[in-house]
């Protein structure tokens, strides 16, 4: 019995991990219909930045870990948010009203750009950090117990509050607004006096301060990263996005908690050598049947 | 005239590059090849200076025959496609002989290269049988196979573990799958099932839901077939889960950052190896300038430098030749002194002897682990 609830813990972890990196990916295409590719790689120089300023935060003198963490997760998220403006001010603004492919390829191109960036500027060694904290909650005996630990708790909060968060700015705020209206009609939307590059930008950084959130909260969970994390993680994520459907929030952490729990109860209940076909068989299926994903909505052909 | 002139002074450029081509060259070029980046770039980093080192010893005394071993590097990331482009360029650059490569799935599709073009491959450090099974005729090893290793890790479960019921886990990768076969296989010998078989995949970062099928099945001892990076992390997960079973692994997890994945989880996990090398007399010298250089000459850094040692050696007793048959043959029947102490090849390409024993890790102090001989 605890082992099935193990399961069901292991797959909501690893289900948020997806639904966090999820997020940013379609926040990104809600807004402007393109799939930032290079999310990937933002999730992984987060983790980077994680290593580096947790070191500074020694170096000051912040013994407590909890005033760390936020210190880390204040600097990365500016760091990471500038990355996600430069970003979209270097590679995608330029190519706006183009054909649809030329930013995705533009995307494709910015990934390898940071990613082989990072391997000659930090090495293409594994980092480690190692376990910094133990806190842990445990339910049942000696031996057979239910456990998830505090950060693992503190992964699936950050995935639901940001969901929700963002969920709120875009339906009920004057930015959500404009974020919505960019969406529909850029044009007509300018037109009415909302700055759309300004908008996009800011869609942009709240994205990247999305993969560094990610970034920071599952480094520490796992405690080692390279500079190849970030595409792992990005096909996993935008697999999460495209299940729950592509543009919407709360698709996409129902994508990835679903991707989570169908890969965890496969590997651990049937085989884990073939997890990842299970995944992308039910991907395949729920395409079949709902091509727009579980949540996302058929889009309608502007006239 | 403008529109010309840059493809008149390319043409004119490989002509005369052509030419300088053409004139037989003082050095004598040596393929170094294995994942001088990716993950298992530590690996890599190891091959090198090994053979880096063993040139620059060799050239300080005169170079072999008075020539001089120019180190040529080819970085092929442990990626099967990458390793064929490797061993491509390295024909093309007509290196006289090549050390590497690292990882088996590596090392087996260049070989097919080196065996058209004829050239003398030795690796260092790729264990997996097929590498001198498959009868190719200059390819060499310097150190064990796999199915050597697993008789050696099957029979310190079976007999000192006394397990009783084995997980074993591999990577699915050539290496990895065939150490865990080859353990496999052995335990079967001494009558004991795996409770559990299974392959995960390389650049995952979560085992939890395995760590917890082992919990429920009570496994006893964890073995693993693959490399330190996915090593780490599933005993560290094993660990935050309790489950205390032993783990043992092979040759792919003997490097200092095995230990900073794993963290205090490290403590206590075995490995099979060949004896260390770095404790041999022959090799103290050698050991020395590696560390006086500032370098740790770790698992298969003195693999390499032996390598490099015996490649000179054949090239300097027949005439600098590039014939890879001839060079075979002759290695073949000879015996070698080297730091590593005497080698002996037999008539696939294997080693004569081999020395694999158990290490296991224990914390050196100060948040650092280290291992040592059981």
Same mark, same amino acid.
């Given at each position: 019995?605890?082992?099935?609830?193990?399961?069901?813990?292991?797959?909501?972890?690893?289900?948020?991990?997806?639904?966090?990196?999820?997020?940013?990916?379609?926040? !990104?295409?809600?807004?402007?219909?393109?799939?930032?590719?290079?999310?990937?790689?933002?999730?992984?120089?987060?983790?980077?930045?994680?290593?580096?300023?947790?070191?500074?935060?020694?170096?000051?003198?912040?013994?407590?870990?909890? +005033?760390?963490?936020?210190?880390?997760?204040?600097?990365?998220?500016?760091?990471?948010?500038?990355?996600?403006?430069? !970003?979209?001010?270097?590679?995608?603004?330029?190519?706006?009203?183009?054909?649809?492919?030329?930013?995705?390829?533009?995307?494709?191109?910015?990934?390898?750009?940071?990613?082989?960036?990072?391997?000659?500027?930090?090495?293409?060694?594994?980092?480690?950090?190692?376990?910094?904290?133990?806190? %842990?909650?445990?339910?049942?005996?000696?031996?057979?117990?239910?456990?998830?630990?505090?950060?693992?708790?503190?992964?699936?909060?950050?995935?639901?509050?940001?969901?929700?968060?963002?969920?709120? %700015?875009?339906?009920?705020?004057?930015?959500?607004?404009?974020?919505?209206?960019?969406?529909?009609?850029?044009?007509?939307?300018?037109?009415?006096?909302?700055?759309?590059?300004?908008?996009?930008?800011?869609?942009?950084?709240?994205?990247?301060?999305?993969?560094? +959130?990610? @970034?920071?909260?599952?480094?520490?969970?796992?405690?080692?990263?390279?500079?190849?994390? @970030?595409?792992?993680?990005?096909?996993?994520?935008?697999?999460?996005? +495209?299940?729950? @459907?592509?543009?919407?929030?709360?698709?996409?952490?129902?994508?990835?908690?679903?991707?989570?729990?169908?890969?965890?109860?496969?590997?651990?209940? !049937?085989?884990?050598?073939?997890?990842? +076909?299970?995944?992308?068989?039910?991907? !395949?299926? %729920?395409?079949?049947?709902?091509?727009?994903?579980?949540?996302?909505?058929?889009? %309608?052909?502007?006239? | 005239?403008?529109?010309?002139?840059? $493809?008149? *002074?390319?043409?004119?450029?490989?002509?005369?590059?052509?030419?300088? &081509?053409?004139?037989?060259?003082?050095?004598?070029?040596?393929?170094?090849?294995?994942?001088?980046?990716?993950?298992? =770039?530590?690996?890599?980093?190891?091959?090198?200076?090994?053979?880096?080192?063993?040139?620059?010893?060799?050239?300080?005394?005169?170079?072999?025959?008075?020539?001089?071993?120019? *180190?040529?590097?080819?970085?092929?990331? &442990?990626?099967?496609?990458?390793?064929?482009?490797?061993?491509?360029?390295?024909?093309?650059?007509?290196?006289?002989?090549?050390?590497?490569?690292? &990882?088996?799935?590596?090392?087996?599709?260049?070989?097919?290269?080196?065996?058209?073009?004829?050239?003398?491959?030795?690796?260092?450090?790729?264990?997996?049988?097929?590498?001198?099974?498959?009868?190719?005729?200059? *390819?060499?090893?310097?150190?064990?196979?796999?199915?050597?290793?697993?008789?050696?890790?099957?029979?310190?479960?079976?007999?000192? #573990?006394?397990?009783?019921?084995? =997980?074993?886990?591999?990577?699915?990768?050539?290496?990895?799958?065939?150490?865990?076969?080859?353990?496999?296989?052995?335990?079967?010998?001494?009558?004991?099932?795996?409770?559990?078989?299974?392959?995960?995949?390389?650049?995952?970062?979560?085992?939890?839901?395995?760590?917890?099928?082992?919990?429920?099945?009570?496994?006893?001892?964890?073995?693993?077939?693959?490399?330190?990076?996915?090593?780490?992390?599933?005993?560290?997960?094993?660990?935050?889960?309790?489950?205390?079973?032993?783990?043992?692994?092979?040759?792919?997890?003997?490097?200092?950052?095995?230990?900073?994945? =794993?963290?205090? $989880?490290?403590?206590?996990?075995?490995?099979?190896?060949?004896?260390?090398?770095?404790? #041999?007399?022959?090799?103290?010298?050698?050991?020395?300038?590696?560390?006086?250089?500032?370098?740790?000459?770790?698992?298969?850094?003195?693999?390499?430098?032996?390598?490099?040692?015996?490649?000179?050696? $054949?090239?300097?007793?027949?005439?600098?030749?590039?014939?890879?048959?001839?060079? =075979?043959?002759?290695?073949?029947?000879?015996?070698?002194?080297?730091?590593?102490?005497?080698?002996?090849?037999?008539?696939?390409?294997?080693?004569? *002897?081999?020395?694999?024993?158990?290490?296991?890790?224990?914390?050196?102090?100060?948040?650092?682990?280290?291992?040592?001989?059981?």
């Amino acid at each position: 019995m605890y082992i099935l609830g193990q399961q069901l813990i292991n797959g909501l972890i690893l289900g948020s991990i997806y639904g966090l990196i999820a997020i940013g990916y379609t926040m !990104v295409y809600g807004i402007i219909g393109m799939i930032n590719f290079a999310h990937g790689e933002i999730y992984m120089i987060s983790a980077y930045l994680f290593a580096i300023f947790l070191a500074l935060a020694g170096v000051f003198g912040i013994d407590s870990l909890p +005033v760390a963490l936020l210190f880390t997760l204040a600097f990365t998220i500016i760091i990471t948010g500038l990355y996600g403006f430069t !970003v979209e001010r270097m590679a995608y603004r330029p190519l706006r009203g183009s054909t649809r492919l030329a930013p995705l390829i533009s995307a494709i191109g910015m990934s390898l750009v940071l990613q082989n960036f990072v391997q000659l500027a930090q090495g293409a060694n594994d980092q480690a950090l190692p376990p910094l904290y133990h806190g %842990v909650l445990r339910l049942g005996g000696e031996e057979d117990f239910v456990q998830i630990t505090h950060i693992q708790i503190i992964i699936v909060a950050a995935t639901v509050i940001s969901m929700a968060i963002l969920t709120y %700015v875009i339906n009920n705020t004057a930015l959500g607004r404009a974020c919505r209206a960019t969406q529909q009609d850029r044009t007509m939307a300018n037109l009415l006096g909302i700055n759309t590059d300004w908008t996009i930008s800011l869609v942009f950084v709240i994205g990247a301060s999305m993969a560094s +959130v990610a @970034g920071v909260l599952i480094t520490f969970n796992f405690g080692s990263f390279n500079f190849f994390i @970030g595409f792992v993680a990005g096909i996993k994520a935008f697999t999460a996005a +495209v299940l729950g @459907g592509i543009g919407s929030l709360p698709g996409a952490m129902l994508g990835g908690i679903l991707l989570g729990l169908s890969e965890s109860l496969f590997a651990g209940f !049937v085989n884990t050598d073939y997890k990842d +076909v299970f995944a992308f068989a039910l991907l !395949v299926t %729920v395409l079949t049947f709902r091509p727009t994903g579980l949540l996302g909505r058929p889009e %309608v052909e502007k006239i | 005239m403008n529109r010309y002139f840059g $493809a008149v *002074v390319l043409a004119v450029a490989l002509l005369f590059g052509a030419a300088g &081509c053409e004139k037989k060259s003082d050095v004598i070029k040596i393929g170094v090849a294995g994942p001088i980046t990716g993950a298992y =770039a530590k690996f890599g980093e190891q091959l090198v200076k090994g053979a880096t080192l063993a040139a620059d010893i060799i050239n300080a005394a005169g170079g072999i025959n008075g020539r001089k071993i120019e *180190v040529v590097q080819g970085d092929d990331q &442990c990626d099967p496609k990458q390793a064929r482009a490797v061993a491509n360029s390295f024909v093309n650059d007509k290196v006289y002989a090549v050390v590497g490569h690292f &990882c088996s799935s590596s090392t087996i599709p260049a070989s097919e290269v080196y065996d058209e073009a004829n050239i003398l491959q030795i690796t260092p450090a790729s264990t997996n049988p097929q590498v001198t099974d498959r009868g190719l005729a200059a *390819v060499f090893r310097t150190c064990g196979r796999d199915d050597q290793q697993g008789n050696v890790a099957g029979d310190f479960i079976a007999k000192q #573990l006394k397990a009783k019921r084995v =997980a074993i886990i591999h990577d699915k990768d050539t290496y990895g799958q065939g150490l865990a076969d080859a353990t496999k296989a052995r335990l079967r010998t001494h009558g004991i099932k795996e409770v559990l078989y299974e392959g995960i995949t390389r650049g995952d970062k979560d085992f939890n839901s395995l760590v917890t099928k082992m919990k429920g099945l009570k496994v006893d001892v964890i073995y693993f077939g693959g490399i330190h990076t996915e090593a780490g992390l599933i005993v560290r997960q094993a660990r935050e889960q309790g489950l205390k079973a032993t783990f043992i692994s092979g040759d792919g997890i003997v490097t200092s950052e095995f230990a900073s994945i =794993a963290g205090p $989880a490290a403590d206590g996990v075995l490995m099979t190896f060949g004896a260390d090398p770095r404790n #041999l007399p022959a090799a103290a010298d050698v050991v020395k300038q590696f560390r006086d250089s500032g370098y740790e000459p770790e698992a298969y850094t003195l693999y390499s430098y032996t390598t490099m040692q015996i490649i000179a050696e $054949a090239l300097a007793k027949n005439d600098v030749t590039n014939d890879g048959a001839k060079l =075979a043959k002759y290695i073949k029947a000879t015996s070698f002194s080297t730091v590593m102490g005497s080698k002996a090849f037999d008539s696939k390409g294997d080693l004569k *002897v081999t020395d694999y024993v158990v290490y296991k890790w224990y914390p050196s102090g100060g948040g650092k682990y280290d291992y040592k001989e059981l």
